[in-house]
Nanobody, 123 residues
Framework: QVQLVESGGGLVQAGGSLRLSCAASGRTFSTYAMGWFRQAPGKEREFVAAISWSAGRTYYADSVKGRFTISRDNAKNTVYLQMNSLKPEDTAVYYC????????????????WGQGTQVTVSS
């Protein structure tokens, strides 16, 4: 069982930066691939970024490539999403997720999900 708690969301102006954190419980965090997803009002949830258990592989949605960076610290049971050059269209609730299979996370599937943190980008 893995429990995930996101933090770091907030209100930022366009062009600004935020860093989201996702703290995981459980001693097996380092065996899980992790991902970030987002859902804007009236839209379906979409994949943002994924990272393998060892951080050796990362994968990004085209919409965030070059602006967002996913990373993890297995010693701290935490995964991060550094978001730079934010745009109003990045406004959404951001969720982190965990799954043993990196390919599953890339496809938007995961066994465990956090409650989400709101990110609002003003123009």
């Amino acid at each position: 069982q893995v429990q995930l708690v996101e933090s770091g969301g907030g209100l930022v102006q366009a062009g600004g930066s935020l860093r989201l954190s996702c703290a995981a419980s459980g001693r097996t965090f380092s065996t899980y691939a992790m991902g970030w997803f987002r859902q804007a009002p009236g839209k379906e949830r979409e994949f943002v970024a994924a990272i393998s258990w060892s951080a050796g592989r990362t994968y990004y949605a085209d919409s965030v490539k070059g602006r967002f960076t996913i990373s993890r610290d297995n010693a701290k049971n935490t995964v991060y999403l550094q978001m730079n050059s934010l745009k109003p269209e990045d406004t959404a609730v951001y969720y982190c997720a965990a799954d043993l299979n990196f390919s599953q996370v890339r496809r938007g599937y995961a066994d465990y999900w956090g409650q989400g943190t709101q990110v609002t980008v003003s123009s």
